[in-house]
């Protein structure tokens, strides 16, 4: 399994290899195969809220439901290439990065899709957005070489950002408008505060990949990696 979404503490979905589909409504207690059609690896599921809900995966796949899961209905992407991740902000504004430097986005709810050219070749893993008191989406994406990109605007336009650090990345998080941490390989996490104008890294002690990792405030977080490893992070170290 290679990713997992809850809506509620009840219902959630986790996909994976091969086109695997998986459905609890009772907090994970119990789990339901949902047929999606696919035989290829499913990389990321997102649900906007108990019903509408999109999965992407290699071979450029993206399906949609808006029954919970009891359909699943491929969308076009128009590309063959392997798709990381995707992040749906409403019913409309959606994002699908995936290797090679794609960015895809879409304004009717996955109907239609279109390229965002970063001019990298680099492959994009993670992406994330934060809506301000103002309505304005404020979003970041990375990927391998430590790449990292930010728009300020809604996604119309992204500016390449200097962390120092070159390693893959693999996953961002932010959780207020300034206050963001990005994960890595070799043991790495980034952490600003600053919107992503500077980084310092987190020292958690290892060297093994970094897979995910989430803050639940500006000092409180989580990080998870190989081996079952977990680790909570206070501040700016363990």
């Known amino acids: 399994l290679y990713s997992i979404h809850?809506?509620?503490e009840e219902n959630g979905w986790a996909v994976g290899w091969p086109g695997q589909i998986l459905f609890t409504n009772d907090g994970g207690n119990n789990w339901a195969t949902?047929?999606?059609?696919s035989l290829f690896l499913l990389n990321s599921v997102v649900f906007i809220n108990n019903n509408i809900g999109w999965i992407i995966g290699e071979r450029?796949?993206?399906?949609?439901?808006d029954n919970a899961g009891d359909d699943w209905i491929f969308q076009s992407s128009g590309e063959l290439s392997h798709l990381n991740k995707v992040y749906?902000?409403?019913?409309?504004y959606g994002w699908v990065v995936g290797d090679g430097g794609l960015l895809l986005q879409t304004t009717n709810g996955g109907d239609s899709w279109f390229t965002i050219n970063l001019e990298t070749s680099y492959n994009l893993n993670a992406?994330?957005?934060y809506r301000t008191f103002s309505g304005v989406l404020i979003g970041w994406l990375v990927g391998d070489g430590g790449l990292v990109y930010r728009t300020l605007d809604t996604g119309k336009t992204w500016i390449k950002l200097d962390t120092g650090y070159y390693m893959r990345l693999s996953r961002v998080d932010f959780n207020s408008p300034v206050d963001g941490v990005i994960a890595g390989d070799d043991g790495y996490i980034l952490r600003t505060i600053d919107r992503g104008e500077r980084w310092e890294r987190i020292s958690?002690?290892?060297?093994?990949p970094i897979r995910d990792v989430h803050f639940?405030?500006?000092w409180q977080g989580y990080a998870i990696g190989d081996n079952g490893m977990m680790v909570r992070l206070q501040g700016n170290s363990r």
Request: zero cysteines.
């Open 204 to 208: 958690i002690g290892t060297t093994a």
């Open 6 to 8: 809850f809506t509620t």
């Open 34 to 37: 949902q047929f999606s059609g």
């Open 60 to 65: 450029g796949i993206i399906m949609k439901t």
């Open 127 to 129: 992406i994330t957005f």
């Open 216 to 218: 639940i405030n500006r």
């Open 88 to 92: 749906f902000v409403d019913a409309n």
